[in-house]
């Protein structure tokens, strides 16, 4: 059974859509995570939800928006789409235990492409 | 201002020996570090960890050690096997902000000739 799963794993798009990714967790985690990998590669993160609470929202453009409709999904809109945009989007989770917090469970990505 | 940099954006070993990867960081506020590895067309998987009260920590053929002084760290896989070739990325967190946020370098890829 897959911990993460987004959808859809690639997108395909023109300049100026509007685009949604969506992703589930069945690990009962309390929080999730967008993370983008440019093409150089860096892993940066975007937003993250504990408990459907906005908790991390990084310097990202107000065309990206996230969703959590319950605290097992994690969906990213993005409106009008341009090229810098194109990268992979990886949705991940992750679970407080105490006072630490379990290490971050990723999805496999959505490779997001912008013509 | 990239607060985690592994410098090494490949590395190639031959099945057998042992393999180190590189990691500095700059935060001093850094408590915590992780180690993913990642194959093509798959999300990064969790390897191994280590708090900044320790300055090693181990896990089979995975060691990571850390540097708090020089602000570094390292993963050594000793033997390296075919199966371990992926893209290696280093990460760093801030624990009491309790976010679970992860600041990544940007990997090293690792190859193990047979």
């Known amino acids: 059974d897959t911990a993460v799963s987004q959808t859809p794993k690639y997108l395909v798009t023109q300049m100026g859509n509007d685009k949604s990714i969506k992703c589930e967790q069945n690990l009962g985690h309390d929080t999730m995570y967008w993370y983008k990998q440019d093409s150089k590669k860096f892993l940066k993160i975007m937003f993250s939800y504990n408990n459907k609470e906005l908790i991390i929202n990084e310097t990202v453009p107000n065309r990206f928006s996230p969703k959590s409709p319950d605290k097992a999904h994690l969906n990213l809109h993005i409106n009008s789409l341009e090229l810098g945009d194109s990268a992979v989007y990886f949705c991940a989770s992750s679970q407080a235990t105490g006072r630490s917090r379990s290490p971050l469970h990723f999805g496999n990505g959505t490779r997001l492409t912008v013509t | 201002d990239q607060q985690v940099k592994q410098n090494s954006p490949s590395l190639s070993v031959q099945e057998g020996r042992i393999s180190i990867l590189n990691c500095d960081y700059t935060?001093?506020?850094?408590?915590?570090f992780l180690w993913y590895k990642k194959y093509p067309a798959e999300g990064p998987t969790f390897l191994i960890s280590?708090?900044?009260?320790?300055d090693k920590n181990e896990d089979g053929r995975f060691t990571v050690f850390l540097n708090k002084s020089a602000k570094h760290l390292s993963l050594h896989i000793v033997p390296s096997q075919p199966g371990d070739s992926a893209v290696y990325f280093c990460?760093?967190?801030?624990?009491?902000?309790?976010?679970?946020?992860?600041?990544f370098g940007q990997g090293t890829t690792l190859q193990v000739k047979p």
């Open positions: 935060n001093s506020m850094f408590d915590y």
């Open positions: 280590i708090s900044s009260i320790k």
């Open positions: 990460a760093a967190s801030v624990t009491s902000s309790n976010t679970g946020k992860l600041i």
